[in-house]
């Protein structure tokens, strides 16, 4: 199964359509974080800090929990200096297998929180994410969403944060590519299901409101030739195509998209994802512009790219998509725990308009709203058969894509 738009929640579901609200702009950053690592506390007789991590380890979802797992294991060995203690305190993870199961997943955070444990994260399910987010409010401990990109997440309740991107996000870096969206005219290419009419959505919801003329090319699932779609895209020139598409026959429709002229004719996006999808578009692959929320080398090899990378594989591991959400995961913890062990209020106030650097740049959390701004990128792929290497192209400042501040914050951050 491949997916040409990459989304942690659902392999084969939409980025969620976005609501968007009328006020937009940033919150200035309270604090910078430290270049480096905290120095490491001896360990004995250090107290123990659990944080619970609710996530797949096994079902179809199994190896976007492996990439979040790997990366925060990654992230606590570096700011640990591999002694899995920080600020004086032994850092204990206690992971729970959601195994993509809503149910499974609030039972799990009941029962940590019945445990005591009041740091809780993870979960890439967008559904299982909006569900522990309501324990974790109800019971008033922090909760901190993994690769889950739904953007309900954000504004939701004040105990909730996120270490990953949102579809907003995606969406918006796409539109990017070709400059001002006043009067350009966007397609999207997807199949005639929920995952495509999501998609179609979201795209008419993100660009539509950044001056675009959005339409769909809405394909049957049982297409198996593609010439009549094709030939309603090269009619309607658009200055953007972005293609979503879930499927086995991702191959037959990128051959299609390059053998009928498409991917000459206008820009074609699509989303970067996983390193074992790279193949999927075949030769098509290096005339397709590529909107990345990561991939190995993404960061430029800074300093946290490097030390994650190298803990990932040192652990018999490879960093993929959802690797930096893990890492980026860890530093808030260790942020939150750092200003009170027991206080959540304390938590939160550390953690709102905190800027800090990490795998792929600087990311700011948004007091407003807790929305994690950060960068993205633009890609493209160079290679062929079934050996792909994506290259930057570009990155997308986050102010360039950070989603619109909400008209009715949901709580006060004063």
Request: aromatic fraction near 8%.
């Given at each position: ?66 990439e979040y797992l ?77 690769p889950a990109a ?199 106030k550390a953690l ?63």
């Open positions: 199964m491949t997916r040409s738009v990459p989304h942690p929640s659902r392999p084969q579901r939409a980025l969620a359509a976005v609501a968007l609200a009328a006020a937009t702009g940033l919150v200035a950053a309270a604090c910078a974080s430290p270049t480096s690592a905290a120095s490491p506390a001896a360990a004995s007789g250090s107290a123990t800090v659990k944080i619970g991590i609710i996530t797949a380890e096994s079902g179809p979802y199994a190896p976007y929990g492996e790997a990366g925060l294991k990654a992230g606590l060995d570096y700011l640990s200096h591999g002694t899995g203690v920080i600020d004086g305190r032994k850092v204990q993870l206690v992971i729970d297998d959601d195994a993509d199961s809503p149910a499974t997943a609030v039972n799990d955070a009941k029962d940590l929180i019945g445990q005591g444990v009041t740091l809780i994260g993870g979960t890439v399910d967008s559904a299982i994410a909006l569900q522990v987010a309501a324990v974790a409010a109800q019971n008033k401990v922090l909760y901190i969403a993994g739904v953007d309900q997440l954000d504004n939701l309740n004040r105990y909730t944060f996120r270490s990953g991107r949102e579809s907003y996000q995606d969406i918006a870096t796409a539109g990017s590519f070709v400059g001002d969206l006043t009067g350009k005219k966007v397609v999207v290419l997807a199949q005639d299901s929920e995952f495509g009419t999501a998609n179609a959505t979201g795209v008419k919801a993100v660009l539509g409101a950044k001056g675009a003329s959005v339409s769909s090319v809405l394909v049957p699932l049982s297409a198996t030739d593609f010439t009549p779609f094709t030939a309603k895209i090269l009619a309607a020139k658009p200055d953007l195509l972005f293609v979503a598409w879930a499927g086995t026959n991702a191959n037959a429709l990128w051959t299609a998209l390059n053998q009928q002229g498409v991917l000459g004719a206008t820009q074609v996006v699509t989303g970067l994802a996983n390193v074992a999808t790279y193949p999927a578009t075949g030769p098509a692959g290096s005339k397709i512009t590529f909107l990345a929320h990561y991939f190995p080398g993404a960061g430029a090899g800074n300093a946290y790219e490097t030390a994650m990378t190298s803990a990932v594989k040192a652990a018999g591991g490879q960093v993929d998509l959802f690797t930096p959400d893990g890492f980026t995961a860890m530093q808030m913890f260790a942020h939150a725990f750092e200003a009170s062990t027991g206080d959540v209020n304390a938590q939160i709102e308009g905190w800027s800090f650097a990490g795998v792929e740049g600087t990311y700011t959390v948004r007091a407003a709203d807790h929305a994690l701004l950060q960068p993205e990128f633009e890609a493209k792929l160079t290679g062929s058969g079934t050996t792909w290497t994506p290259q930057l192209v570009k990155a997308v400042a986050p102010d360039q894509i950070a989603p619109p501040l909400p008209s009715t914050p949901a709580w006060s951050t004063s």
